[in-house]
């Protein structure tokens, strides 16, 4: 009887805290969707480090009984905080290169060109700019 009355108390519990904390009140309309989805497309970066460490991992055993794969596991203390030193190097170099070389304004530029919503703004400031460039008829000299 007890028991019975513990699971009771313990689903009161869970259901006052979902309903006070609005857990199953989700609404899947195409707002939410596409907030999950920039939400997991923003993971992804993350994952992927994880990722080269997990590759880099299976390649540095693969080579274990090699002699650079001794050396490298023999002084992990030392090899390991070189490797991610150099990743973090690499990494930047890539990402300065990718900057120097205009590959993220041109990715920017065509992600805004298939914006509406860019779209729009960039017509009302043309709009705007023959505006204000026409001389204004009937003003002063």
């Not at 880099?56 to 090699?66: N, P, S």
């Not at 490797?83 to 990715?107: C, H, M, N, T």
């Not at 729009?120 to 023959?130: A, C, D, H, V, W």
Request: with cysteine; proline share 2%; hydrophobic share 45%.
């Amino acid at each position: 009887m007890t028991a019975r009355l513990h699971d009771c108390k313990a689903e009161l519990i869970f259901t006052t805290f979902i309903q006070n904390h609005n857990i199953m009140n989700i609404h899947l309309n195409r707002r939410t969707l596409i907030r999950w989805k920039i939400y997991i497309d923003r993971s992804r970066m993350y994952i992927g480090y994880i990722q080269f460490f997990l590759i880099a991992l299976v390649f540095f055993e693969k080579y274990q009984d090699t002699s650079w794969g001794k050396t490298i596991f023999d002084y992990a203390w030392i090899s390991l905080p070189i490797a991610v030193i150099l990743f973090i190097f690499l990494s930047l170099v890539l990402g300065y290169l990718d900057s120097k070389l205009g590959f993220r304004q041109e990715e920017l530029r065509n992600l805004s060109a298939s914006n509406p919503v860019m779209m729009e703004i960039l017509n009302e400031l043309r709009e705007i700019k023959s505006k204000l460039e026409r001389p204004s008829e009937g003003g002063s000299n």
